[in-house]
């Protein structure tokens, strides 16, 4: 009955952003209709850097080979394919009384190889430039802020309803929400079954949601710059700045890189905040904000005394007026499930996860392949499913197509899910282990042998997922069903 375009399945994605922009190009690849919405007036990325793992590669080639070659026009030469963790601090539990003279020499920790032109990083906002001449403009609605969704599966031709602050109203066979760390989608997918299957307003104290509807704070905040290559070689030469190092201690990491093109090193400060998890202030929590601005290079000036050289230099190149990044995440509360009915959520929408192993952009765009592979699969299953014009006629013919495409969304989201949940959890709840071996934590992470077998176990867990495997699983799971 019909051709393969007849039984196509309308996607919107919820969010511009690495996860939302991945699946758009996998669609695009795939003729899968699409249409992404974007609640910011344009493509927008930060100018910090981002590394991106092996299987991050892996899965951006098999979404579009384009964009993998997008990603490897901007990305940077690591100088060496090794991850080099460095001694920052004497440790053996001296703090901060010790002398900072007395630690002045670098010492390796343990080095890994991440393969052959692995692991680089770039300008977030060069690869979104890069990936954003992928998608045709008339595919992008800018200016777009979901509010609400109204999902009334099982209501015969009924396809998902999304409405923006704007006003307006658009409807899809499925949403997808990649709408980051603090996600409307995931306020819909997360609601209560007996609740309405409408989210409303996401400030609405009364709406009974669990607290996995939003990310907590985990006690880590952050400074990022990008420091001219000619000041980051003048305070600590040109070896460390053309490499990826990262430098541990007790309660502080420092991570650095090169991005775009040599012009800059990457530096990432990660501090562990003496309030823990309920540091970052009650108010700015109730805001749902993340940054704070105008703060002097003190503090963390502060947290790197007692440090080598070498790091108290890294500090030394942050402006002295700088943005405090709380670092966020889900491990917390995670998000029970990332799917209801025919709205699924992928990216930090659905497992948010702090920085540490330079996994959670990856994640998004494993997400997406996983996600696009089983979109492409449904309207050949449709095909199958659907006998033809019986004796009800072409319109009992369309009515049971709509219904047999709504339940193949609905089982494809919810194999998306059972296939996604387990590894990404994982790698959520394993970043934070791993900085607390950066961080020393209660005087962990600073035997070499031991640190080695940790950090290798968890990268390659992360690196070498069989992605491939990963979409025949979910595919012939579909066709089973
Ligand atoms: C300091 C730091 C360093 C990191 N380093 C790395 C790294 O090296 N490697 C790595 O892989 N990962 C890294 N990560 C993680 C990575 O940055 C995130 O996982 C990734 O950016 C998340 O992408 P996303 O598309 O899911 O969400 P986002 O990038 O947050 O995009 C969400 C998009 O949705 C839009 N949006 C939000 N709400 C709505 C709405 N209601 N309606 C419409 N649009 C909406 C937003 O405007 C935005 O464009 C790091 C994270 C941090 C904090």
Request: aromatic letters at 8%; a negative charge; glycine letters at 12%.
């Amino acid at each position: 009955m019909g051709s393969q375009e007849d039984h196509s399945v309308h996607v919107a994605i919820i969010g511009a952003g690495i996860a939302g922009i991945t699946l758009g190009i996998g669609l695009l690849e795939r003729n899968i209709p699409f249409r992404i919405y974007e609640r910011a007036p344009g493509f927008r990325e930060i100018g910090a850097g981002i590394g991106f793992s092996p299987n991050s590669e892996r899965a951006m080639g098999s979404l579009s080979p384009a964009m993998l070659s997008a990603f490897k026009r901007v990305a940077n030469p690591n100088g060496e394919d090794y991850f080099q963790w460095m001694f920052g601090h004497a440790g053996g539990g001296g703090g901060s009384s010790i002398n900072p003279s007395s630690f002045d020499h670098d010492k390796l920790l343990y080095k890994l190889y991440v393969g052959k032109d692995g692991f680089q990083g770039s300008r977030r906002s060069d690869i979104l430039e890069e990936w954003s001449k992928q998608i045709p403009p008339d595919l992008i609605s800018f200016g777009k802020e979901l509010e609400s969704i109204t999902d009334d599966s099982g209501a015969g031709d009924s396809p998902v309803e999304m409405r923006f602050r704007d006003g307006t109203i658009a409807r899809a066979d499925l949403v997808i929400g990649c709408d980051g760390i603090r996600s409307r989608v995931r306020q819909h997918v997360l609601s209560p079954p007996d609740s309405s299957t409408t989210t409303s307003s996401s400030n609405d104290a009364s709406l009974p949601l669990p607290k996995s509807v939003n990310p907590h704070y985990s006690g880590k905040f952050c400074f990022r710059d990008l420091a001219p290559m000619s000041s980051a070689v003048a305070a600590i030469g040109e070896y460390k700045s053309s490499r990826r190092f990262m430098y541990n201690g007790p309660g502080a990491h420092v991570i650095t890189y090169p991005v775009a093109g040599n012009k800059f090193l990457n530096v990432l400060v990660v501090i562990s905040d003496p309030g823990g998890v309920e540091g970052w202030p009650a108010e700015l929590v109730a805001q749902g904000r993340h940054t704070v601005r105008g703060l002097t290079k003190q503090e963390a000036v502060d947290a790197f005394r007692g440090w080598n050289k070498t790091v108290r230099g890294i500090v030394d190149l942050l402006p002295d007026e700088l943005e405090k990044w709380a670092i966020f995440d889900m491990a917390e509360h995670p998000a029970e499930t990332y799917v209801k009915g025919r709205v699924a959520l992928a990216g930090d929408a659905a497992h948010a996860t702090g920085p540490h192993l330079g996994a959670g952009g990856g994640l998004g765009i494993e997400d997406a392949l996983c996600l696009a592979g089983l979109i492409q699969a449904v309207p050949g299953q449709i095909a199958q499913r659907s006998k033809g014009e019986g004796e009800g006629g072409i319109g009992s013919a369309l009515a049971e197509e709509k219904e047999i495409k709504e339940k193949l969304v609905e089982r494809a989201l919810k194999i998306y899910n059972d296939v996604r949940y387990e590894r990404t959890q994982w790698v959520v709840q394993a970043t934070r282990e791993a900085v607390d071996l950066f961080q020393w934590k209660d005087g962990s992470g600073q035997d070499p042998a031991e640190f080695a077998k940790e950090i290798t176990e968890k990268f390659h867990k992360v690196w070498d997922y069989d992605l491939d495997d990963m979409v025949e699983r979910a595919v012939k799971e579909l066709e089973k069903a």
